[in-house]
């Protein structure tokens, strides 16, 4: 019962690895890549641990149950930096008034980085 | 002559790799590494220095001029920074391609910071003070200690980070670790031992010789952590802002 569920989040995490890989390969601009990559791959992470921490404990001891708990530390650790890191990554894009993609080529504006915060004081 | 030395090279090259032949196997419990010396460290050092970690035991005890001087070399490469980027007075406005229009107001990065930054503080003293039973050690919980106020410095602005750690503290932690650490070393020459001797700290301490390895190697591993939070974030201030402190990137 728990190596089918071990088995089943270990899987499930490496198949959103694989579409976090292509995604950020295949998607036609910087947003969307990293749309991809942020979401995927906190995700993929997550199940990847959930599976260790799971796994780990086939023989529960204190031991073994303070080591899951360390794994699922890393992965509340994970869980804040990756999509902050991800945050801090499009802004920067945003700011520098990367392009979004479009379907059809047609004149667009860009984004105005600095009207979005207009209202924020310094 | 390019077609000489790219011969000549080709030549020592393959000269190189062929005598590699000669070198023990990867790994090879009979080479003359693993045969003398490796085998006291594996034997003894537990015996030795109470120390179950035998990577910090080589490192900090049977090492100790080594790693003292790696500290050393930290603190020259932050000051070789310090002297090249500090106090350079600057002649124009600094011309730096799309700028960022704020400077500490993104909320969502702020709040990011304040639940990181405590966690990774305490976990960077766990792994000071468990770096002599566990993986772990001075250099590598200086570092953490350093991120964490680099990852202040990034989340909010330099100016703010700057008042809750002044350049001055910073430079005199820095001076400070390398200080505990030769200072344990001359103090227990003055005890009676050898530089960097341990033992010697067991009549001071009131503990046997062999513990006063471990506590010997505790205190190494704090002044190393020092030099190294310390250099990490120096060298972050110098270089984010390129010497005058007025602003990181």
């Known amino acids: 019962m728990l190596d089918a569920i071990v088995v089943i989040l270990t899987v499930s995490g490496l198949f959103f690895f694989l579409g976090t890989s292509v995604g950020l390969l295949r998607f036609p601009d910087f947003y969307t890549r990293m749309h991809a990559a942020g979401k995927g791959d906190t995700l993929s992470t997550m199940l990847l641990l959930m599976g260790l921490a799971l796994y780990n404990l086939h023989h529960p001891s204190p031991v073994s149950i303070l080591v899951s708990f360390k794994i699922m530390f890393i992965g509340v650790a994970v869980f804040i930096a990756s999509p902050t890191a991800t945050h801090a990554i499009m802004d920067a894009g945003y700011e520098i008034k990367l392009k979004q993609w479009v379907r059809r080529k047609e004149p667009t504006t860009p984004y105005a980085g600095t009207e979005r915060r207009k209202g924020v004081a310094k | ?249």
């Not at chain 2, 990852?151 to 005199?172: H, P, Q």
């Not at chain 2, 670790?177 to 227990?188: E, H, R």
Request: with cysteine; proline share 3%; hydrophobic share 50%.
């Open chain 2, 1 to 249: 002559m390019k077609r000489l030395t790219l011969f000549l090279v080709v030549l020592l090259g393959a000269y190189l790799v062929w005598t590699t032949q000669d070198l023990p196997d990867w790994g090879d419990p009979a080479s003359p590494a693993n045969s003398y010396l490796s085998t006291h460290y594996i034997k003894k050092a537990y015996e030795e220095t109470s120390v179950p970690n035998l990577v910090t035991a080589v490192l900090a005890d049977y090492r100790g001029y080594d790693t003292m001087f790696e500290t050393v070399v930290v603190f020259c490469a932050g000051l070789a920074v310090l002297t090249i980027l500090r106090r350079t007075k600057r002649k124009h406005k600094k011309n730096v391609k799309f700028r960022p229009q704020r400077e500490g107001v993104d909320i969502i990065l702020q709040n990011a910071a304040r639940l990181m930054i405590a966690p990774m503080q305490l976990f960077a003293l766990y792994v000071i003070a468990h770096g002599h039973h566990s993986p772990g050690g001075g250099f590598q919980g200086g570092v953490i200690l350093g991120a964490s106020f680099i990852l202040l410095a990034l989340a909010y602005d330099l100016k703010s980070t700057l008042r809750r750690f002044k350049e001055n503290t910073v430079l005199f932690y820095s001076g400070l670790g390398v200080l505990i650490y030769a200072g344990i070393g001359v103090i227990s020459l003055v005890l009676g031992g050898n530089f960097l001797a341990y033992a010697a700290w067991g009549g001071l301490l009131g503990i046997s010789e062999v513990e006063a390895h471990s506590y010997g190697m505790l205190g190494v591993e704090i002044g190393v952590a020092f030099t190294v939070m310390a250099i990490m974030f120096s060298l972050y201030l110098d270089l984010a802002s390129g010497g005058d402190l007025d602003e990181g990137l």
